[in-house]
């Protein structure tokens, strides 16, 4: 089954621009969703389709993609971004959906 | 504005079944694709299956293969995710999610139930 890979966390201090990645096989023919996860809440997308930004999501927020590595960048980061994010893509050759096992970003 | 209202937290004794429903309001309930996702305690989502609300079609994943199954009612825009032979692994919040328009596939989950806390417990 397909297998989407995040480091389990990421630190970085207020103001600065953190990056998560998520790696895959073949990454780079599939589209590319991120959600950010707050305790005790559902998931929210911050980023689909590789690199587009929903409606109400900060511009700080941003998505790209490099042969098969994907990472969410996020600038000047806040207190408030303090969450878990999630890499997800669909396997066409599967019909099915997968997450990263997620990253947990503390800011400092 | 969509609205996807979960129903209430379950504690169900290990071999028993338990169903979860999710009503869809705000939108075109037989257009959009639904997902479920769980999520054990302390752990990462899990995507368990799909559904297409319009011909009721499903899709699983292998680790739920037999013991899920994900229906739909169109007359009042909800659907069930039922999982059978619970174990205490199974205790996780499960949420819906909505997909993208039918019949593509690619897209984001673009809103989320609440989600239901199912505990397996002796």
């Known amino acids: 089954s397909y297998v989407l890979t995040q480091p389990p966390s990421v630190s970085m201090a207020p103001g600065k621009t953190a990056r998560i990645t998520c790696g895959g096989n073949i990454l780079g023919s599939k589209s590319v969703h991120w959600y950010q996860q707050k305790p005790g809440q559902a998931p929210v997308v911050v980023i689909d389709y590789d690199s587009d930004r929903p409606s109400g999501i900060p511009e700080r927020f941003s998505g790209s993609k490099s042969g098969n590595t994907a990472t969410l960048t996020i600038s000047r980061v806040e207190a408030g971004d303090e969450a878990d994010y999630y890499c997800?893509?669909?396997?066409?050759?599967?019909?099915?959906?997968?997450f990263g096992g997620g990253t947990k970003l503390t800011v400092l | 504005q969509v609205q996807l209202v979960q129903s209430g937290a379950e504690v169900k004794k290990p071999g028993a079944s338990v169903k979860v429903s999710c009503k869809a309001s705000?939108?075109?309930?037989?257009?959009?694709?639904m997902h479920w996702v769980r999520q054990a305690p302390g752990q990462g989502l899990e995507w368990m299956g799909i559904i297409n609300p319009s011909g009721g079609s499903t899709t699983y994943a292998q680790k739920f293969q037999g013991r899920v199954t994900m229906t739909r009612d169109t007359s009042t825009s909800t659907v069930y995710m039922e999982l059978s032979s619970l174990r205490s692994e199974d205790t996780a919040v499960y949420f819906c999610?909505?997909?993208?328009?039918?019949?593509?596939?690619?897209?984001?989950?673009?809103?989320w139930g609440q989600g239901t806390l199912v505990t397996v417990s002796s």
């Open positions: 999610a909505r997909g993208t328009l039918v019949p593509s596939m690619e897209g984001s989950f673009d809103s």
């Open positions: 997800q893509v669909w396997d066409s050759s599967s019909d099915h959906h997968v």
């Open positions: 705000g939108y075109m309930f037989i257009s959009y694709y």
